[in-house]
């Protein structure tokens, strides 16, 4: 399985955060895509997952600003946050579960 | 949420010789159908994390026997038998047994 992703890397205080990461060599069935991110120097944070049917499970933290969707005509999941701060400045990374991830996207939120 | 602590936080290894972190839970890492969700990954320098070990012990597709994880509970241990240059990154321990999903705080690894 391969994943790539894409989005806006530079983006002002309240404005919105999407992201989309691509499956290749992968059937959507049956597993949990996710996203995490890590600030720069620190650890890493689970933001969300959804599955097939579209079910979702979100970190109660980011949970009001954050939506999830998936595309599985495209093989596709995204990532929508609202309200950015600069706190929100981190490498998101799309993943298949916690065992494969993207290459990561550096998002940086600035005036 | 679960908190993970992870010690040491960084680690100078003489290549050849073996390493270890621990990762300790402030809750059971055990789920109610008896597996325990305790995961390890390395992230080497500029790359997104790759999963080590799943599952307390269970070595991820394509890992090296060089990695092996063990404990139970709350306290748990990634041991390096062997350090290679290939080794060096920071090892993050994460808990998959209730939602939101949480890391340790990593342990940088460096070769002397």
Known sequence: VQLQQWGAGLLKPSETLSLTCAVYGESFTDYYWSWFRQPPGKSLEWIGE????????????????VSLSIDTSKTQFSLMMTSLTAADTAVYFCAKGVSRWGPGTLVVVSA | DIVLTQNPVSLSVTPGQPASISCKSSQSLVHGNGNTYLYWFL???????????????????????????????????LMISRVEAEDVGVYYCMQGVSLPLTFGGGTRVDIE
């Open chain 2, 43 to 77: 992230q080497r320098p500029g790359q997104s994390p790759q999963l080590l070990i799943y599952e307390v012990s269970r070595l991820f597709t394509g890992v090296s026997d060089r990695f092996s994880g063990s404990g139970s509970g709350t306290d748990f241990t």
């Open chain 1, 50 to 65: 959804i599955n097939q049917a579209a079910n979702t499970n979100k970190n109660p933290s980011l949970k009001s600003r």
